[in-house]
């Protein structure tokens, strides 16, 4: 599902890798995006959602979408004012395949120029290695779409039948009240938790932080920690620590490379994950899966950055969508092919001859390769001559 923009420009990179690297795949084009929203009136067909069905693992780009009134206005004049509505179609594939597990990485190359620095006691400059794994809720809590703007009837009632609520709330006029609802089930959270500690405990990571609030947010929050806290004791080797979000962005630049895997709530999670992917190089960097029981969907955490999307020389970083394939080869337990791409990766970053515009901190613009920036394409040449220097 290459989707839009810079989204079929990275995938074709990512493909080309994987070939490269001996990955013995057919490759099914799934459609979604803008054209389909336009086109159809769906961003997300349902011939994909039978693909996906179908196969069951998917690499997906990246889609653009576009506020709810420009998307109207965007629709093939057929279809206007009969009731469509644009909705995210990655956001669609999350919800249908209940892919409630999101996965993060944000580890350091070495010899990345993005990666970040800081000054220690003495003064002097330190480059920590971090190695993080962000497990995010996927499905529920803040984002789960439960909400009302003015809420009346019943649902007025039952917010009203809270102490808190009538003490804070019941003399403001309900036209002025907005309520979003953060909803955690135990099978959710308990699946998050669970994902979060056996990867510790398979990869060696020494602790699992869960990024909450719990002292505040007592109900989601606070149940998220005392099933953490039940479920350390079968995980024997791994720690658990327990931050609070606001802390824990500030601790993100004091000690980066303490931090192991850390777990966490769907809106937690989406800003810690950023957090970090900010210190590792960014959004040309920045990875992630999606897993559900019956599929898994990889992205790169970008969107399709349509400013960039139809230069005659690409300029964009592949490097975050080729590491969401390596993420898929995982996945398939393919962890040969992925460890070597990753190796080639670093080699390349390492030897910093072949650099991204971004990776030479250039304002993306088509004269960047003059500049002396790689294009996507020179990216994925220099990653695949790496990859399949030693067969
Ligand atoms: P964006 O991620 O597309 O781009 C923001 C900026 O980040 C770009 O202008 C560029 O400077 C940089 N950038 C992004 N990817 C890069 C790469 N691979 N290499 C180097 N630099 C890179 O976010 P923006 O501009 O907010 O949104 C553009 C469109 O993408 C919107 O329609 C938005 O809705 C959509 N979007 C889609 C996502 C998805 O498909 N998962 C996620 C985020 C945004
Ligand atoms: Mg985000």
């Known amino acids: 599902m290459p989707g839009d923009g810079i989204g079929r420009v990275v995938m074709k990179e990512a493909i080309r890798v994987l070939e490269a690297a001996g990955f013995d795949a057919d490759y099914t084009e799934g459609d979604i995006g803008w054209d389909f929203w336009c086109k159809e009136g769906n961003a997300l067909p349902g011939r994909t959602i039978k693909l996906l069905e179908q196969h069951k693992v998917g690499l997906f780009g990246a889609i ?23 909705s995210s179609p990655i956001v669609g594939l999350r919800q249908h395949f209940n892919l409630d597990t999101c996965i993060r990485p944000c580890h350091t190359y070495k010899g990345n120029p993005l990666n970040f620095i800081r000054r220690g006691a003495e003064g002097q400059i330190e480059e920590p290695a971090i190695d993080v794994v962000i497990f995010r809720q996927n499905t529920e809590g803040l984002y789960c779409g439960v909400e009302w703007s003015h809420p009346d009837g019943i649902v007025y009632e039952a917010l009203n039948s809270h102490p808190n609520f009538k003490k804070n709330f019941s003399h403001i006029p309900r036209e002025e009240i907005a309520v979003s609802t953060r909803i955690f089930t135990r099978k959710a959270t308990e699946r998050i938790l669970r994902a979060a500690f056996e990867h510790a405990s398979i990869n060696g990571y020494r602790s699992v932080t869960l990024c909450e609030k719990p002292n505040v947010i007592r109900e989601t929050s606070g149940m998220m920690y005392k099933m953490a806290k039940d479920l350390q004791p079968e995980y024997p080797g791994v720690e658990l620590w327990n931050t609070n979000i606001d802390a824990q962005m500030m601790w993100l630049t004091k000690n980066p490379e303490d931090y192991g895997v850390i777990v966490a709530g769907n809106m937690f999670g989406d800003i810690v994950s950023d957090g970090f992917a900010g210190l590792i190089g960014g959004l040309g960097f920045a990875c992630s899966a999606n897993i559900g029981e019956k599929a898994a969907v990889f992205e790169p955490t970008h969107g399709s950055a349509p400013k960039y999307a139809r230069y005659d020389i690409p300029i964009v970083n592949p490097i975050a969508m080729i590491e969401s394939a390596c993420m898929m080869l995982d996945h398939l337990n393919e962890k040969v092919l992925s460890a070597k791409i990753r190796a ?48």
């Open 64 to 86: 653009t979408s576009k506020p709810k009134q420009e998307a109207a206005a965007e629709l093939n004049p057929e279809l206007k004012g009969k009731g469509y509505v644009y």
């Open 344 to 391: 080639a990766i670093a080699m390349v970053i390492q030897e910093g001859k072949v650099r991204t515009y971004d990776m030479m901190k250039l304002k993306g613009g088509p004269d960047v390769i003059t500049q002396g920036a790689a294009s996507t394409k020179e990216m994925g040449d220099a990653i695949i001559k790496k990859v399949t220097r030693d067969g």
